[in-house]
């Protein structure tokens, strides 16, 4: 497994409604992040302060160009250091990973999912709990 590329995959196809923010990421927004705030509705994300209507993309997501491979976008996150639980936790599993067609992946993740799964728990566990 390769570490994240930054493709963007995973916040394109989750920040359309599927997201929401713990208490926790609702207190410290609350206190230190209050433009954070404003795009929370009834604990879920991003919903416009103006309209209050769902976004279809998270308004922290930037695309840019890749230095590495200029031909390639890469997708960051103005946010990254106090994004949601939702965004920090992911990717939670390999199977999650193959149905969202995640670029970290490689042939031998495929192959052998479950040490795939231990891969992944120990390259992210730093940002969220295992789940075995």
């Known amino acids: 497994m390769q570490e994240c590329n930054s493709c963007g995959k995973c916040c394109i196809k989750y920040s359309d409604g599927d997201l ?3 208490d926790e990421d609702l207190e410290m927004w609350n206190l230190f992040q209050p433009d954070i705030a404003e795009y929370v509705k ?3 994300i991003w919903f416009s302060p103006q309209t209050g209507k769902q976004l279809n993309l998270c308004p922290f997501l930037r695309k840019t160009q890749n230095p590495k491979q200029p031909q390639k976008v890469m997708y960051t996150c103005d946010i990254y ?3 949601p639980e939702d965004c920090r936790f992911y990717p939670v599993t ?3 990973m193959i149905s969202d067609e995640c670029e970290m992946l490689e042939a031998g993740d495929l192959t052998d999912p479950n040490q795939a799964q231990k891969v992944l728990d120990k390259l992210l566990e730093d940002s969220r709990p295992s789940f075995d």
């Open 20 to 22: 929401s923010a713990s």
């Open 42 to 44: 009834n604990g879920l």
């Open 81 to 83: 250091y106090d994004r």
């Open 94 to 96: 390999v199977k999650q």
